[in-house]
Protein backbone atom coordinates (compact mmCIF):
# COMPACT_ATOMS: atom_id res chain seq x y z
CA UNK A 1 0.00 0.00 0.00
CA UNK A 2 2.83 2.12 -0.64
CA UNK A 3 3.20 2.41 3.13
CA UNK A 4 6.92 3.15 3.97
CA UNK A 5 7.04 1.34 7.44
CA UNK A 6 6.18 -1.93 5.72
CA UNK A 7 9.85 -2.07 3.18
CA UNK A 8 11.30 -3.41 6.70
CA UNK A 9 9.61 -6.30 7.13
CA UNK A 10 8.21 -6.92 3.52
CA UNK A 11 11.43 -5.50 1.40
CA UNK A 12 10.66 -3.46 -1.23
CA UNK A 13 9.31 -3.95 -4.60
CA UNK A 14 10.59 -3.46 -8.25
CA UNK A 15 9.85 -2.88 -11.95
CA UNK A 16 11.39 -5.05 -14.25
CA UNK A 17 13.42 -2.30 -15.66
CA UNK A 18 15.56 -1.86 -12.14
CA UNK A 19 16.46 -5.49 -12.82
CA UNK A 20 17.72 -4.79 -16.24
CA UNK A 21 19.71 -1.55 -15.35
CA UNK A 22 23.13 -1.85 -16.25
CA UNK A 23 23.67 -0.49 -12.77
CA UNK A 24 22.42 -3.53 -10.84
CA UNK A 25 19.90 -3.78 -8.16
CA UNK A 26 22.05 -6.38 -6.64
CA UNK A 27 25.46 -5.56 -4.66
CA UNK A 28 28.87 -6.34 -5.76
CA UNK A 29 29.06 -9.86 -6.59
CA UNK A 30 26.07 -10.97 -6.93
CA UNK A 31 22.97 -10.95 -9.38
CA UNK A 32 19.33 -11.34 -9.96
CA UNK A 33 18.81 -14.84 -10.89
CA UNK A 34 18.04 -16.11 -14.36
CA UNK A 35 14.47 -18.04 -15.60
CA UNK A 36 17.80 -21.16 -16.23
CA UNK A 37 18.82 -20.59 -12.22
CA UNK A 38 15.31 -20.50 -11.00
CA UNK A 39 14.67 -23.78 -13.17
CA UNK A 40 17.59 -25.47 -11.71
CA UNK A 41 16.41 -24.56 -8.01
CA UNK A 42 13.44 -26.15 -8.97
CA UNK A 43 14.79 -29.38 -10.06
CA UNK A 44 17.14 -29.35 -6.91
CA UNK A 45 14.10 -29.41 -4.54
CA UNK A 46 12.28 -32.21 -6.46
CA UNK A 47 10.37 -30.87 -9.57
CA UNK A 48 10.35 -33.01 -12.35
CA UNK A 49 12.24 -31.90 -14.63
CA UNK A 50 9.47 -32.37 -17.78
CA UNK A 51 7.79 -29.54 -15.88
CA UNK A 52 10.20 -26.29 -15.61
CA UNK A 53 9.55 -25.06 -19.22
CA UNK A 54 5.98 -24.80 -18.62
CA UNK A 55 3.86 -21.87 -17.84
CA UNK A 56 1.49 -21.86 -14.89
CA UNK A 57 1.24 -24.12 -11.36
CA UNK A 58 4.26 -26.34 -11.74
CA UNK A 59 5.41 -29.08 -9.58
CA UNK A 60 3.61 -30.31 -6.36
CA UNK A 61 5.00 -29.31 -2.79
CA UNK A 62 8.04 -27.15 -3.83
CA UNK A 63 6.46 -23.57 -3.05
CA UNK A 64 5.64 -25.08 0.71
CA UNK A 65 9.26 -25.63 0.58
CA UNK A 66 10.54 -22.14 0.07
CA UNK A 67 7.86 -20.39 1.52
CA UNK A 68 8.43 -18.95 5.41
CA UNK A 69 6.56 -21.21 7.91
CA UNK A 70 3.01 -19.81 9.64
CA UNK A 71 0.58 -17.17 8.74
CA UNK A 72 2.51 -13.98 9.94
CA UNK A 73 2.99 -13.33 6.08
CA UNK A 74 0.76 -15.92 4.29
CA UNK A 75 -2.86 -16.27 4.60
CA UNK A 76 -2.55 -20.04 4.49
CA UNK A 77 0.19 -21.92 7.01
CA UNK A 78 1.27 -23.95 4.28
CA UNK A 79 5.00 -22.95 4.04
CA UNK A 80 7.72 -25.35 5.36
CA UNK A 81 10.58 -23.63 4.61
CA UNK A 82 12.76 -26.85 3.91
CA UNK A 83 15.54 -24.70 1.53
CA UNK A 84 15.38 -21.52 3.91
CA UNK A 85 14.35 -19.39 1.18
CA UNK A 86 11.74 -17.59 3.97
CA UNK A 87 9.53 -15.90 1.28
CA UNK A 88 6.91 -13.84 2.23
CA UNK A 89 3.11 -12.98 0.76
CA UNK A 90 4.83 -9.37 0.11
CA UNK A 91 2.07 -8.91 -2.25
CA UNK A 92 2.84 -6.67 -6.04
CA UNK A 93 1.96 -3.51 -7.44
CA UNK A 94 -0.17 -3.43 -10.16
CA UNK A 95 -0.05 -1.65 -13.67
CA UNK A 96 -2.71 0.78 -12.15
CA UNK A 97 0.09 1.57 -9.42
CA UNK A 98 -2.14 -0.22 -6.96
CA UNK A 99 -0.50 -2.95 -4.60
CA UNK A 100 -2.66 -5.70 -4.26
CA UNK A 101 -2.57 -9.43 -2.96
CA UNK A 102 -0.54 -8.63 0.85
CA UNK A 103 -0.14 -11.93 2.39
CA UNK A 104 -1.24 -14.09 -0.68
CA UNK A 105 1.61 -13.59 -3.30
CA UNK A 106 4.92 -13.92 -3.47
CA UNK A 107 6.33 -12.68 -7.02
CA UNK A 108 9.94 -12.96 -7.97
CA UNK A 109 11.40 -11.17 -11.07
CA UNK A 110 14.24 -13.05 -12.99
CA UNK A 111 16.63 -11.32 -15.17
CA UNK A 112 14.73 -13.03 -18.33
CA UNK A 113 12.72 -11.23 -20.45
CA UNK A 114 10.35 -12.96 -22.54
CA UNK A 115 8.61 -10.80 -24.87
CA UNK A 116 5.93 -7.90 -26.05
CA UNK A 117 6.85 -5.98 -22.49
CA UNK A 118 7.11 -8.92 -20.46
CA UNK A 119 9.71 -10.75 -17.82
CA UNK A 120 9.93 -14.08 -16.55
CA UNK A 121 8.95 -14.53 -13.17
CA UNK A 122 8.31 -17.11 -10.10
CA UNK A 123 5.06 -16.22 -7.56
CA UNK A 124 4.51 -18.68 -4.74
CA UNK A 125 0.56 -18.17 -3.78
CA UNK A 126 -0.64 -18.35 -0.54
CA UNK A 127 -3.26 -21.08 -0.97
CA UNK A 128 -1.10 -23.28 -3.36
CA UNK A 129 1.56 -25.68 -3.24
CA UNK A 130 2.77 -25.22 -6.56
CA UNK A 131 5.73 -22.30 -8.04
CA UNK A 132 4.29 -20.49 -10.70
CA UNK A 133 6.10 -19.98 -14.00
CA UNK A 134 4.60 -16.93 -15.34
CA UNK A 135 5.21 -14.01 -17.57
CA UNK A 136 4.35 -10.47 -16.95
CA UNK A 137 4.28 -7.00 -17.56
CA UNK A 138 7.74 -5.45 -17.08
CA UNK A 139 6.11 -2.17 -14.82
CA UNK A 140 4.63 -4.66 -12.29
CA UNK A 141 6.01 -3.89 -8.68
CA UNK A 142 7.71 -7.71 -7.96
CA UNK A 143 10.36 -8.82 -5.46
CA UNK A 144 13.90 -9.66 -6.14
CA UNK A 145 16.11 -11.95 -4.87
CA UNK A 146 19.66 -11.41 -5.72
CA UNK A 147 22.31 -14.48 -5.28
CA UNK A 148 25.70 -15.11 -4.92
CA UNK A 149 28.00 -14.67 -8.69
Not at 117 to 122: D, S
Request: proline share 2%; charged share 30%; hydrophobic share 30%.
Amino acid sequence: DNNPTNSATYGRLYNWYTVDDDRGVCMAGWHVPSDEEWKQLEIDIGMDASLVDDFGPRGNNEGNALKTIGTEYWTEARGTNDWGFSAKGVGVRLENGNYNYLKIDGCFWTSTYHEDGKAINRKLVSYYDEIFRDQDSTIRGYSVRCIKD
